[in-house]
């Protein structure tokens, strides 16, 4: 008896769970699909119309501007909070005093949610509240910064904030590889002459191979659903010049009653995560295998 | 451990927990966004008079001006088979709603009792009859071709409010010279839209018909199309450079400051002007968009009521409150819009009201009355919407005003 509940009782627990999960997540992935090819509108429709919506999408002008800014702000944000993190984690990696004190200040960011990082930077990078206003305050006049009311720089202030957000804990893992970097090898290194930055480029950083494709994995799939943070931030303006395909989505499908359009747009993102995902997880699994 | 055995345990503990339905009470269940605190107080008049009746009052308040949020939650209630007593919705959602689901309760007895065919414009019932239906309850009129004017700014430019396109090009100049902003603005899609349908309007009403109601492409594109664009690329430059994302009634701060000469915004922007202690006449005043006197774009909050097998005793109830006048005046007067029904008494109104009903009843007498395509009530959402992008585009500077021209074309055709 005990033996009977011992092999079903995990059953038991898990199931709820996984019947959610394979309902909630891939139950509703396949009816998006569905619906991306039927003529929905403000309601779910059972119209077949093939693939009409993705033919329309790829018309839309505001869905172009989607995917240039998402190629932008998916490119800049993944590089610098790298960079940025790689640099920081170094940096503290230095065997320096306080450490427990400055790691958190630079994890702090990643505590908070997309929108209280949006609306924070929305009232610095304003020039009638923020920084622009606070120094002509201070006396320097000429000073100019108004790039969040600029149709053609505002993207690259969606970056900032979501860079500031994210490069500390970018930094923790780094900082977690680096730790794992066995002491002999940089020993050996010092032994045979090499200064503290041939170290670093010819022996660390390629050591840290695998931590930057986790790093890659996480900030690409939080560039393609950023959604929150642009709402905060601009709202997808001025005009819509910070659109990008998850604020585009939404729009379609709930407040333009374009369900059908908005459904291939979100297919079209799905389709972007899994090429990034299915190669990631597959090295994973070869080299689990291989171990 | 396989797949199967995981589907059949988990089949198992669905099926024993079940789901539990209440029993619904004689209560009226109202999802609505009318939440700040003069809309609130407002809805808490028409919460008691349904108490008097003997009706309870299930609030569902979603917050969020425009009530996008509120359409989303509505959309999931009615699939979900469970949908409100009744809804405020707004105008081209109502035809969306009645046209593709179908689910809405028959007012018809309550109306043919009131009367309200006689009252109510025609353009109103427009939106609250399908197929010669009554659906729903409307309960204000706003209109939106309106323009806030700080009293004191205009007096340093000579007092006269304009009432030509080209006096109010020399008001704003006026005021510009003399170091205020002359425009105040914000630059969200739908208040770029919203002097927008001002601006077509004052081009002419037959214009405003064509290419927004008709949806005509000769009208959309047209020249007078173009010379609209170059009309709102001047309004942009009176507004000051910080304009884009600025919430509207910040921009009605300015004015109420004077730091700004004037607003165009529909008649919600009243209510901050007296919330600030403003006067209407002494402090500020309102007139109709330079052209557009005796013609009003309006948009109108409804109440549709969903079926639940035929009209229930309470959606009556409520619709025949909702139609009350004593009902109509108190509420708009809070609210800053003007009655639905055209016989309801004016004592009660504020000077703006007043001409705001005075120019509601002559507008509907001469057929001046027109949907607002800025909030909905001259075409569907997805075309409003497309009107939004290329207005919004050039009145950023994306588009100059023949391309923008060109653009509404298109993208009026893809969203068909």
């Not at chain 2, 309760?105 to 009367?115: F, K, M, P, S």
Request: aromatic share 12%.
């Amino acid at each position: 008896m005990k033996d009977r509940l011992q092999n079903w009782l995990p059953r038991l627990v898990v199931a709820p769970s996984f019947l959610l999960v394979l309902l909630f997540v891939y139950g509703f992935i396949l009816y998006t699909a569905y619906l991306s090819m039927t003529n929905s509108r403000m309601l779910p429709s059972s119209e077949w119309v093939g693939f009409a919506n993705y033919t329309k999408l790829f018309k839309l002008r505001s869905w172009d501007t989607a995917l240039k800014n998402l190629a932008i702000f998916g490119i800049l944000y993944i590089v610098i909070c790298s960079a940025l993190g790689l640099f920081l984690a170094i940096l503290l990696d230095q065997k320096i005093r306080a450490e427990g004190v400055i790691r958190p200040i630079y994890l702090y960011p990643m505590a908070l949610s997309f929108i209280v990082t949006g609306t924070a930077w929305k009232w610095f990078l304003d020039p009638g509240i923020g920084i622009e206003n606070t120094m002509h305050a201070w006396g320097w006049e000429s000073f100019h910064f108004d790039w969040i009311k600029n149709r053609s720089f505002a993207i690259y202030t969606v970056v900032m904030a979501a860079v500031w957000q994210s490069s500390g804990f970018v930094m923790a893992m780094f900082l977690a590889g680096l730790r794992g970097v066995d002491n002999e090898i940089i020993k050996a290194a010092q032994i045979d002459g090499a200064s503290g930055f041939r170290i670093y480029r010819r022996i660390i950083i390629p050591l840290m191979r695998p931590v930057f494709l986790s790093a890659f994995v996480v900030l690409a799939h939080l560039a393609i659903k950023a959604y929150d943070l642009v709402i905060a931030l601009t709202g997808g303006g001025p005009g819509r010049a910070t659109e990008l395909p998850a604020t585009f989505m939404y729009s379609y499908t709930f407040t333009r009653n374009q369900m059908g359009i908005g459904a291939s747009s979100a297919i079209i993102m799905l389709i972007m995560i899994f090429s990034i995902i299915i190669p990631y997880v597959y090295s994973e699994t070869k080299n689990g295998e291989n171990r | 451990m396989t797949i199967s055995t995981f589907l059949k345990t988990s089949a198992a503990i669905i099926a024993v927990s079940g789901f539990a339905t209440s029993a619904m009470a004689q209560n009226v269940e109202v999802l609505h966004w009318w939440t700040s605190g003069g809309e609130a107080a407002a809805v808490g008049v028409l919460k008691d008079d349904l108490a008097t009746k003997g009706f309870g009052w299930d609030d569902m308040p979603i917050a969020g001006g425009g009530g996008s949020d509120a359409m989303t939650v509505l959309r999931a209630r009615v699939v979900a088979g469970d949908a409100p007593t009744a809804a405020q919705m707004l105008g081209f959602d109502i035809k969306d709603w009645a046209g593709t689901t179908g689910k809405l309760g028959n007012l018809n007895a309550v109306a043919e009792r009131d009367g309200w065919d006689a009252v109510i414009p025609e353009a109103l019932q427009e939106f609250s009859k399908y197929d010669g239906v009554w659906i729903a309850a409307p309960v204000n009129v706003h209109s939106t071709n309106w323009v806030w004017i700080n009293k004191s700014a205009l007096d340093a430019v000579g007092g006269k409010a304009p009432e030509s396109w080209d006096e109010l090009i020399v008001v704003l100049d006026a005021m510009k010279a003399n170091g205020i902003t002359p425009l105040a603005h914000g630059g969200q899609a739908w208040q770029d839209a919203t002097i927008f349908d001002a601006v077509v309007m004052g081009i002419g009403a037959d214009f405003y018909q064509a290419a927004f109601i008709d949806l005509d492409p000769a009208a959309l594109g047209g020249a007078d199309m173009v010379k609209a664009f170059e009309r709102m690329a001047k309004l942009r430059s009176y507004v000051d450079d910080n304009f884009s994302g600025r919430d509207w009634n910040l921009a009605s701060a300015m004015v109420i400051e004077g730091t700004a000469g004037m607003q165009m915004m529909g008649d919600w922007a009243k209510g901050e002007f007296l919330k600030a202690g403003q006067v209407p006449g002494e402090d500020f005043i309102c007139i109709r968009f330079p052209g557009t006197q005796g013609k009003v774009t309006f948009n109108s909050d409804q109440f549709v009521m969903f079926d639940q097998g035929g009209a229930s005793e309470a959606q009556l109830a409520m619709a025949a409150s909702v139609m009350d006048p004593v009902f109509q005046s108190a509420f708009n007067v809070v609210k800053g819009s003007v009655p639905a029904r055209t016989d309801v008494p004016n004592t009660d109104f504020d000077d703006c009201g007043k001409k705001g009903m005075a120019d509601f009843a002559e507008a509907n007498a001469n057929g001046g009355l027109y949907g607002s395509m800025a909030h909905g009530h001259a075409n569907p959402a997805a075309i409003k919407n497309a009107i939004y992008d290329v207005v919004t585009a050039h009145f950023n500077g994306e588009y100059d005003s023949v391309t923008a021209a060109a653009e509404l074309v298109d993208a009026v055709e893809i969203a068909r």
